[in-house]
């Protein structure tokens, strides 16, 4: 799609508010998060709303999502930040289990791959699925909002 067609924006128009947050001095910003390695090449990380900041440290959903994923027993997983009042915001994640697993089970898994003590998910919550965009988006918001269905850690032998 070329960014001056008329679909490109559709979701600004007549809507300031949309504007003022998405365009600063001629540039159009769309919250992607990137980094840059040391030959130069930047990668795309995640997105601004997606990063939890937890007792001051910035955490990548997508960082921890590859180390669970990679566990025989996750099917999905999806990273989110929820409220904490130590912490500002503790990460949880979403699991869709295709076999039988604990949450001390991943947790161990996370240690074991040297993932630093703060990016470790302080809450496993397993789910029947994540809920997802038409285009296979994870749609965090709807699991921030409590919208998914909940099963028993033991479930699926």
């Known amino acids: 799609m070329r960014l001056d067609s008329e679909e490109a924006f559709a979701g600004y128009w007549r809507r300031p508010d949309a504007d003022a947050k998405a365009f600063h001095h001629g540039w159009y910003f769309n919250n992607d998060l990137g980094v840059k390695d040391e030959d130069g090449d930047l990668y795309v990380v995640g997105r601004v709303d997606d990063m939890v900041i937890t007792g001051g440290e910035n955490v990548y959903p997508a960082e921890v999502e590859d180390v669970l994923a990679s566990h025989a027993a996750v099917g999905r997983v999806a990273i989110v930040g929820a409220p904490d009042e130590r912490l500002g915001e503790r990460i949880v994640a979403f699991v ?35 809920p997802q965009s038409p285009s296979g988006k994870v749609l965090r918001t709807e699991l921030r909002a409590g919208n998914y269905t909940r099963i028993a850690e033991e479930i699926r032998s």
């Open 96 to 130: 869709e289990p295709l076999r039988r697993v604990t949450a001390e089970e991943l947790d161990a898994y996370c240690r074991s791959t040297g993932m630093t003590t703060f990016k470790r998910p302080r809450e496993y919550v397993f789910v029947e699925s994540i």
